[in-house]
Structures are given as C-alpha cells and as structure tokens.
C-alpha cells in the first residue's frame, strides 16, 4: 500500500499529485497528506513552493528566499515541520489515502515526511507520493520491497488510488 511515481520534468509530479488530489476529493475519498504549489513570482526569482495540506483551508510555505547568488538548499525546515505536524494529527482521524508531495532529501536524511509514512502504513493508510531519480535508491531501500512503482498516467493512477482506498474500506 506504498505507492510512488517518478516523472522527469520541473513540477511534473506536483502539478499531477495537485489535479489527481482534486479529482479524489470531489469523488468524496478522505485524504490526507499534502500536494506542492509552485508559485512562479518574477522570471529572475526561483518559484516559492507552498505545501497544501489536504483537508484544511491553508498552505504553509515551504522555501525561503536565500538571495540571487544563494547556491544552497531553499527549504524552510521549520516550514516543512510544521507541515508534517499537521499531516500527521491528521493521521489520528484514519483518512482513506496519504498523499505526500515527494519523498525527497529531507526524508533520505531521517526527517520530513519519513516517519508520517511509517505511521500510514502501520495504521493500514495507503500512502502515494512522488520520488525523483536521484532518490530513488535511498527510497526503495526504506521501503524494504514495500514500494511498488506506479503508471504516472493520470487514469491509471486514479485507478490505483481508488482500488486501494477500496479495498481498505472494505
């Protein structure tokens, strides 16, 4: 019940978890989680990346602005926290589906959303997110075979998430 996509592409995989996060919401499917909003501000500035909490009215930013000549990582490790404390009260309320924006560098590391998922899956949520070629290794390799590779087709993977929220339901 560990799920993951890897597109190519800058947003590729967030502008496909927003629409498919959407999609499962007006089918009237609980989900938890958070899906990432690229903010484009001016051509000259890298985007703000803002995280939607899924099933609550606000987004909390993620990025800070580190300067024009900043070479360094731009997430806001307090804005991630306070993401992650959200989603995971969130978890107290059994949802139907985890949707996590991306496992990335910070989970690699320990942090972020790595113990979130760990919660879903004991308490049998199914978890979907989206892992990028560089992560991939690291990934696969917490999810110790749990991990299955789904068709980035957005048909396909509204199947997946419904078939799994079914089947949990059930």
């Known amino acids: 019940m560990l799920g993951f996509i890897t597109l190519e592409g800058r947003g590729a995989s967030d502008k496909l ?3 498919l996060s959407e999609e499962l919401i007006a089918r ?3 989900l938890a989680g958070v899906v990432q909003i690229n903010r484009e501000t001016r051509p000259d500035r890298l985007c703000d990346m803002d995280l939607q909490v899924l099933g609550h009215d606000h987004t909390v930013r993620i990025s800070q602005n580190l300067g ?3 070479r360094g990582c731009r997430l806001d490790p307090l804005g991630l926290e306070t993401a992650v404390g959200l ?3 969130d978890l107290d309320r059994h ?3 985890l949707i996590l924006n991306k496992f990335g560098k910070s989970e690699l590391e320990g942090r972020g959303f790595r113990n979130v998922i760990g919660k879903a899956l ?4 199914p978890v979907l997110t989206a892992v990028n ?3 991939l290794d690291g990934f696969l390799h917490f999810a110790e075979g749990m991990a299955d590779a789904l068709d980035p087709g957005s048909e396909a993977l509204l199947a997946w998430c419904i078939g799994v929220t ?5």
């Open 17 to 19: 978890l927003v629409d």
């Open 133 to 135: 070629k560089a992560n």
């Open 68 to 70: 024009p000549y900043a």
């Open 28 to 30: 009237g499917i609980d």
């Open 87 to 89: 989603v995971e009260a």
């Open 95 to 97: 949802p139907a589906l």
């Open 122 to 125: 004991t308490a049998e949520v």
């Open 166 to 170: 079914q089947r949990r339901l059930a």
